[in-house]
């Protein structure tokens, strides 16, 4: 043992040295924004005056959740989110199995699909925006699949199509990622569970249902959570499929709420309470998510 406090205490003192950047870091740059928000949201402030914030109480509350274009905000958020994250969750679990039961093969596909998810946001949507013009390749193909001529689907332009199309982006750029999340979870399953399976006279459906699954319950959950947050999240599309003159109401995301309410608006009071209520929002659907899940640890 060593004389100040043995080893435990100098393992411990060494893993807060290499932990204290970390947290130094999300502390200014998560937890400090947070609380400042909050603050802020009972204050009046413009973001372009000098004019020191004045304390209003919760009238920014009241002011905000009795717009109508914060509850179109609202509406567009849930749209994009179902719209994207149930698919999402679906498709790469099923694109996982898929590409496991290929063995080494898999190896190949696994890159294909990871590969839209190391492209920004921003970048996704520049492509995607090409790909949706009139002549772009998605009328195309469409055409060709509904054996059509020359008809322009309006991806851009059309309310429905629009939010459409901020789906396929968010889609395509973030189904490979959670494709290897699943990957991962079903590649700790113990390959003697399948044998004995088999051997009982079970299935592929069967095998899938009652044994894929329920162990597959901690990659599902944090897939889940991963994948919900990232479409409450979601800016960049819509913001830049705006700019390109895609009607916004439809894809008002909160996000861009949020943006426009304080880049555009300079009040920083408003935007600071939608930030607080979406961030509640994420919270309250994460602790739902683990309550209804359970996930635990799986033992094999």
Partial sequence: ???????????????????????????LFSFFPIINAFVMSFHRKNMISLV?????????????????????????????SLGTFIPLVMMSLLLAVLITSRGKEGGGWQLVFYSPAVLSSAVAALIWMIIFQPTGIANQILNAVLLTSGIDRRWLSSETMAQISTMIVYFWKYVGYFTILFITGLT????????????????????????????????????????????????????????????RSPIDVITM???????????????????????????????IQFRVSKSDDVTY
């Fill in 188 to 247: 700790k399953i113990p390959q003697v569970i399948y044998e004995g399976a088999r051997i009982d006279g079970a299935n592929r459906i069967d095998v899938f249902f009652k044994i894929t699954l329920p162990l597959l319950k901690p990659t599902t959950t944090l897939v889940s959570i991963m994948a919900m947050l990232q479409c409450l999240k979601t800016f960049s599309t819509q913001y830049l499929f705006v700019q390109q003159g895609a009607p």
């Fill in 1 to 27: 043992m060593y004389k100040n406090g043995g080893i435990e205490r100098r393992l411990s003192r060494w893993g807060m040295i290499f932990v204290a950047p970390a947290i130094l870091f999300f502390t």
């Fill in 52 to 80: 020191p914030p004045v304390f209003i109480g919760l009238q920014n509350y009241i002011s905000v959740l009795s717009s109508p274009s914060f509850w179109n905000s609202v509406r567009a958020t849930a749209i994009f």
């Fill in 257 to 287: 709420s949020i943006y426009t309410t304080a880049m555009r608006e300079y009040n920083v009071g408003r935007a600071s309470v939608m930030s607080i209520l979406l961030f509640f929002t994420m919270l309250i659907l994460t602790v």
